[in-house]
C-alpha cells in the first residue's frame, strides 16, 4: 500500500539544512531530487534512512542550493512523492 509522505521537519541552521520525512509503510526505497536532478550521496549531501524515517542534510547550504526539494517513496504498490522549497538567506551580522 502507498501511504501519502510528508514533511515533518525542514530545518536550516547555520549553513546546513536538514529534511526530515516519515513514511507510514514499508518502501524498498527513495530517491532525492533538487530541482529535478537526482541528489547523490556525498561530503555535502547526507542521506539516511531509518525505519520510516528518512532525512537529506546539506552540511552546508548556499543561495545555488535553493529551490524545490523532492523525495519520492515507492513499494509494490506504487510511488508517492512530496516536495518543499529551500530558501538560504545571509545571516545578519
Not at 528518512?54 to 523525495?71: C, K, R, V
Amino acid at each position: 500500500m502507498v501511504n501519502p509522505v510528508g514533511w515533518s521537519d525542514v530545518k536550516m541552521v547555520n549553513h546546513k539544512a536538514t529534511f526530515t520525512d516519515f513514511t507510514y509503510f514499508d518502501f524498498l526505497g527513495v530517491t532525492w531530487l533538487a530541482n529535478g536532478q537526482m541528489i547523490k550521496q556525498s561530503k555535502y549531501f547526507d542521506m539516511k534512512s531509518s525505519g520510516d524515517k528518512h532525512t537529506l542534510t546539506i552540511a552546508e547550504a548556499f543561495p545555488e542550493d535553493e529551490g524545490e526539494y523532492m523525495i519520492t517513496a515507492k513499494n509494490s504498490a506504487g510511488e508517492v512523492s512530496c516536495t518543499a522549497t529551500l530558501h538560504v538567506r545571509n545571516s545578519i551580522q
